[in-house]
């Protein structure tokens, strides 16, 4: 009896402990939120599951119990070659009537081409930001065309920047209702890794909301040459800062550092590696900026702020476009072509040395041709066109770009859906199938990483409510505040309210509204506030994008309207001025006439009155260093960051009061 009873003991107590394992384990499941246009589900155990090939069975790539890993497997498993090569073109959401795919809605007809039959589930959406609503229901729109798919396989809606002033067909968005934010080079002004964090977890944020999880950013280049025209959307010409700065961003944006997951915004580092050394400053988008040069051979220097992005888990990366030239890394000479075609660049460097695992995204056209008219620029009234940017290859047919590049490292193609190219260089021997398997697998492993397997649609009415909240945009204003830098101060500032102000590219109504009386001639007025811009010139009009990009020299010449009228209103008044630094400025001439000067990097009229008005201390300080002269320009090394001689102001400059 005694016996019995301890072994009766025994069992209840086994019971109770296989009973608490199940309650453990019951605990430890959690049903996710799932999300389906014709609301196919299968439910087992209780639980409820996305039926995303429409069979009726709980396949392992729609159990969500089952982990990333095991679930692109899988998935890999029920895939045909054209799918597989359809996950490695990354398009541009088509608009109708639109080149760049720049609208309000995407065209029904033509994304159903794109996704339904040529594969494509990853697509970069250049769709105004003015109804986040109607963003979030034309990304739904993509989700609905993508689950009607024979694997229902989601797609990833990429964007570039839209989160600042800055508004450049092919490299940033304008921002409409989105939160305005400095550019990035005015977070390397402030200099803060949690800031950078911080200003990233709120964009994600108002991403997620409208459905995009996929950010073209951050940049990190290093601004060693003044001339470039893309410094704004770097964080300045200090690597070891912008490392930390790069570090900071993509913790924010993929909401940690340990990869990605259903909160994250996958962030894509860009632009592998040393696209700042621009030679003569003219960028790669176009045939005359194909190059950068390395004259000292310092391309270790334009490494270290990825290592800022390897150290935060960063989702994918993309080359440059540039040829580098000048480069000797352990006796090897990398081939003179594009990053995105070079092995020695993508699989030597960035694979086997720095051990990066995720995906590589080219930049957007490298397979597609540069025509006569993209190499040489239209005359007379003719519109120029996007071309391709082929950089080194142009020799090659697109099916052998695309080869060579996918041999080289690419795992996606941007801004293309030629899937069909690849299909057919595998089915003539010129690609293998495991390698495309290996980029697809990396592909697909991000999507359900970011679960979008799970919950691909997001709530219009919750993206109206994210999407430029006035919190959201309270903290954007301090990050403005943060990220000027006052270069000059002759016993001016602060100012009073109810002085009299006569202005200059700003709006009155706002001078009115933070309390200052606004005269309509200089010589009525205590003081003159001057809003102006970096000068740039514009030598390469009839290339597309030379059109728009700020190039050349970076002085103002003496018939500028911003010099005759500091001339003129210097004599009368004294004159504060705020100057939007996306480039460096020669301002030798400007702050001999000037009693303030504020180097902002994108900032409101409302932000800049409370800065004038304000009695803190200003903490922002340079990213880069202000040339005294344009000789110090022309003699500087284009790879070298912190190499101009003699500068007006050196890098790291900033006056408190």
Known sequence: MKLNHRTNKYKILAALIASLAISVNAQQITQPALGS?????????????????????????????????????????????????????????????????????????????????????????????????????????????????????????????????QDLVGISNPAGKFSQWPEAIGIGAAGSESLARDYAAHIREEYRAVGITQALSPQADIASEPRWARISGTFGEDPEQTRKLVRGYITGMQDGSDGLSSRSVAAVVKHWVGYGAA?????????????????TNNLQQHIIPFKGAFESQVAAVMPTYSVLQGVNWNGKHPEPVAA????????????????????????????????????????????????????????????????????AGIDQFGGVTDSAILVDAVRKGRLSQDRIDESAKRILLQKFE??????????????????????????????????????????ILPLKKSTRVWLYGIKSSEAVRAGFEVVEHPEDAEVAIMRTSAPFEQPHYGYFFGRRHHEGSL?????????????????????????????????????SKTRAFIANFGLSDEVLFTRLMSVAPYSGRLPFALPSTMKSVLEQDPSVPGDIKSPLYPTGFGLAH
Not at 361 to 387: F, H, M, Q, R, Y
Not at 561 to 585: C, G, H, N, W
């Open 555 to 591: 002085a103002f010449k003496p018939e500028d309207d911003v010099m005759k009228t500091l001339d003129k209103v210097s004599a009368i008044v004294p004159v504060i001025m705020t100057m939007y630094m996306e480039r460096p400025a020669v301002l030798t001439d400007i702050t």
């Open 340 to 407: 995105g075609y070079s092995r020695f660049l993508l699989t030597d460097l960035l694979r086997n040395e720095y051990k990066f695992r995720g995906v590589i995204i080219s930049d957007w056209l490298i397979t597609a041709d540069c025509d006569a008219e993209c190499v040489n620029g239209t005359t007379g009234d003719k519109k120029p066109v996007p071309g391709g940017m082929p950089w080194g290859v142009e020799h090659l047919s697109k099916e052998q770009r695309f080869v060579k590049a996918v041999n």
């Open 37 to 165: 246009h014709d609301q196919s589900f299968i439910y087992k155990n209780g639980l409820k599951f996305r039926d995303l090939n429409h069979d009726g069975k709980l396949n392992e790539y729609e159990d969500w119990r089952l982990s990333s890993v095991e679930r692109a497997a899988d998935l890999m498993h029920r895939m045909t070659l054209a799918e597989k090569a359809g996950l490695m073109m990354h398009g541009t959401a088509p608009v109708k009537g639109s080149v760049i795919g720049s609208g309000a809605v995407y065209d029904r007809d033509a994304s159903q081409k794109m996704i339904l039959e040529a594969h494509v589930t990853s697509l970069l959406t250049r769709l105004n930001g003015d109804d986040p609503a109607l963003l979030a229901t034309q990304n739904n729109l993509l989700q609905e065309i993508a689950e009607s798919g024979r694997l229902g396989i989601p797609v990833t809606v990429s964007t570039d920047p839209r989160n600042s002033y």
């Open 279 to 295: 030679e003569d400053g003219w960028d790669g988008h176009n045939a005359y900026g194909k190059n950068i040069v390395f004259k």
């Open 450 to 491: 970011l679960g979008l397997f799970e919950q691909p649609y997001v709530s219009p009415e919750n993206a109206k409510e994210v999407v430029g909240r006035k919190a959201t945009q309270h903290e954007a204003d301090k990050a403005q505040l943060r990220s000027l830098v006052l270069l000059q101060n002759k016993n």
